[in-house]
């Protein structure tokens, strides 16, 4: 959804129920502001139900202090005030206690963004705020002075997070993918050492960028409307079952011979349209659009297995834990994910940037799913729902992994169960 139209009041109640409705709040904690061109602050107001909120319940903060408003503003304006002040070129600010970051917060300590180079991207390095009683000046102060630092996230001492940026989405993005950052870091630390990227990593993923060329198109048809569709459906089914992020992930649907649909560069997986995904035709790109990153890559896969109808990279938490520990997950401990994802390959960063063939020749239709170090995971199927059930089979085998762990030694099953397992469902 484009919202450059949306009044700040419906923007900050938009955002404010995603952030409940997906446990990155309590109904008492947490707000949200957003400052306009007139300098007038628009804030979630004080002891209001964040469940329930509607947009008169939005307060509006003068410049000259004077507040309109139902209620009364959020107690923690001061600190969004400060922000303010010091980052003329904030428009935005996040406010809220998610339990990862929570974490962070009560070890004092701040999340390692280099371990995902998108991680990276947005969040740069992260600041931390010494703690002060929440609602008090010195708490805007101590915030503040860190954001004067030029950190855009900032973690609050025994307390939470707070970010900022240009709009509320980003600051809502920024946001959101700190807390599965630290989700990740934190499933990670029972699984292996956590790796970060270097330098030189971080600058390729940098680097690469897609440069295909365009092409104009004629018509369209039904079975590319169809697609369209269902790619939609299941990304924003993805981003509810917490596969996905509104800013990692993309997900393409084969339309024909050397020919596919494919999430744009960038979007909000929370609120895709079937009109916002990109054709690309014999790896040129459908003119006016910008296909994913990862388009490239998607191609390459389709030339070299023409029975793959749908590709899938995402960043799910437990899956992720593995990836940043450049582990594989290690699928014979449950018939269901060795017959649906067979043995999991474990992919070298640079691979999919710089050799999208060495790719395909890992991923294929009898291995259809691999880790990507330090960059989530991927996973081919024959169709779109194929390739979803496998992604969440994948992510769901290395939960269980995951926890396990603190029950004692994991048993995977016997080399003849695997051999009966094979023979049972014909497996080559
Ligand atoms: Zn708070």
């Known amino acids: 959804m484009n919202t450059l139209y949306l009044h700040p009041r419906d923007e900050i109640v938009m955002t404010m129920e995603r952030i409940y409705r997906y446990k ?20 979630t107001p004080a002891r209001v139900d964040k469940g329930a909120l509607t947009p008169a319940d939005v307060v509006r903060v003068r410049p000259d202090g004077s507040v309109d408003g139902r209620h009364p503003p959020s107690s923690e304006l001061p600190f969004h005030l400060a922000i303010y002040r010091v980052r003329p070129d904030l428009r935005a600010v996040v406010h809220a206690h998610p339990m990862a970051l929570v ?27 010494p703690y002060g009683i929440p609602g008090s000046e010195d708490l805007g102060r101590r915030i503040a002075a860190e954001f004067r630092r030029g950190f855009d996230s900032v973690i609050m001492e025994n307390h939470g997070v707070c970010c900022g940026a240009a709009d509320l989405q980003a600051a809502f993005r ?17 699984v292996g050492p956590v790796r970060r990227l ?16 365009p092409f104009r198109r004629d018509g369209i048809t039904t079975r590319e409307k169809g697609l369209r569709r269902e790619l939609c459906d299941f990304i924003e089914r993805g981003y509810r079952q917490r596969l ?38 014999r790896g040129r790109r459908e003119q006016g659009r910008t296909p994913s990153r990862a388009a490239a890559l998607h191609r390459a896969l389709y030339r070299a297995h023409p029975s793959v109808g749908a590709i899938v990279n995402a960043h799910p938490v437990h899956a992720t834990a593995f990836s940043i520990c450049n582990r594989a997950v290690d699928t014979r401990v449950i018939p269901e994910s060795y017959v649906l994802i067979r043995e999991v390959s474990r992919l070298p ?6 050799d999208p063939e060495a790719v395909a ?27 979803f059930d496998q992604l969440e089979v994948l992510e769901y085998t290395a939960e269980a992994l995951v926890d396990g762990r603190a029950l004692g030694r994991q048993h995977p099953m016997p080399r003849s169960a695997i051999a009966d397992l094979r023979r049972a469902f014909r497996m080559e």
């Open 349 to 354: 960063f640079e691979m999919p940037m710089t």
């Open 103 to 129: 974490a962070f917060s009560l070890s004092h300590r701040v999340p390692e963004t280099r371990v995902l180079p998108l991680a990276w991207q947005i969040e740069g390095t992260v600041g931390f705020a």
């Open 244 to 281: 996905l992020t509104s800013a990692a992930g993309s997900f393409s649907a084969r339309v024909g011979d050397d020919e596919f649909l494919v999430t744009p560069y960038p979007f909000d997986r929370h609120a895709i349209e079937p009109e916002d995904l990109v054709l690309v035709r």
């Open 24 to 43: 990155m709040t309590t109904t008492s904690g947490g707000n949200l502001s957003i400052r306009d061109e007139n300098g007038d602050v628009w804030i």
């Open 174 to 190: 920024r946001f959101e993918t700190l807390e599965f950052t630290a989700k990740s870091i934190i499933k990670a630390r029972s």
């Open 361 to 387: 020749r890992r991923l294929t239709p009898s291995n259809p799913a691999a880790v990507l170090c330090n960059n989530g995971v991927m996973v081919v199927g024959r169709t779109v729902l194929a390739a």
């Open 198 to 213: 270097t330098p030189e990593q971080l600058r390729l993923f940098t680097r690469v960028q897609p440069s295909l060329r």
